[in-house]
């Protein structure tokens, strides 16, 4: 049965929030405040990866949506994420160009703070490295910055449609995962190939 976005329904000793219709818009990770009650608030969401507004020049397309799970908890105004943001980022392959998929799963450790503790060490609050921060307005949180900011660091920066990829021939270009070629490639410094073409008249 699906619920509707933003509906609460307890499960065990939990109450979670199931907001797994597939949206159009970020704000289905706009979250009040209200809700995040003191065992919690699971969270299972997807939502449309067009929502990233990635530049075209990116060559980055997705195959489906992301999808974000994990745990809310409120410690005073101070609200903690834990959990996953996962999909399948479709890349041109560093090797070959073939476009290939890559799947993520990138974890999420966040912290919100009140606008009134943002440069302030509070009492008792421990930070690290392991936790981001972000902002929350007293009334709502807004997940979607932080699932945007995981989302791409997640993305590979040199993708391989495989692990053993050939690549393309440095002669004729094809791809060496489909065919054999016959190019013969060169080796050693290119730098000195002018070289090879100088005679020298031969000494007595």
């Not at 410690?75 to 070959?96: D, H, K, M, N």
Request: net charge negative; charged share 20%; proline share 6%.
């Amino acid at each position: 049965m699906l619920l509707a976005p933003g509906a609460l329904q307890v499960v065990g000793d939990k109450v979670v929030a199931f907001m797994s219709i597939q949206q159009n818009h970020p704000s289905a990770l706009t979250i009040e405040i209200a809700r995040i009650r003191e065992e919690g608030l699971s969270l299972q969401v997807e939502i449309a990866a067009e929502c990233l507004q990635l530049p075209p020049e990116d060559e980055v397309t997705f195959a489906g949506p992301l999808c974000i799970q994990g745990q809310l908890t409120k410690v005073a105004e101070q609200i903690y994420f834990q959990g996953t943001v996962t999909g399948v980022a479709l890349l041109p392959c560093s090797r070959c160009l073939e476009m290939a998929h890559n799947a993520f799963a990138v974890e999420m450790r966040v912290v919100f703070l009140s606008p009134a503790s943002v440069g302030e060490e509070e009492e008792g609050m421990t930070l690290t490295d392991e936790l981001d921060l972000y902002v929350h307005d007293g009334v709502k949180l807004d997940l979607w910055p932080a699932v945007h900011d995981h989302a791409l660091l997640a993305l590979p920066i040199q993708p391989l449609c495989r692990a053993d990829c050939a690549g393309l021939c440095q002669i004729c270009g094809s791809n060496l995962n489909e065919t054999h070629c016959t190019c013969q490639i060169e080796h050693g410094d290119p730098r000195f190939a002018l070289l090879k073409q100088l005679s020298f008249p031969q000494s007595s």
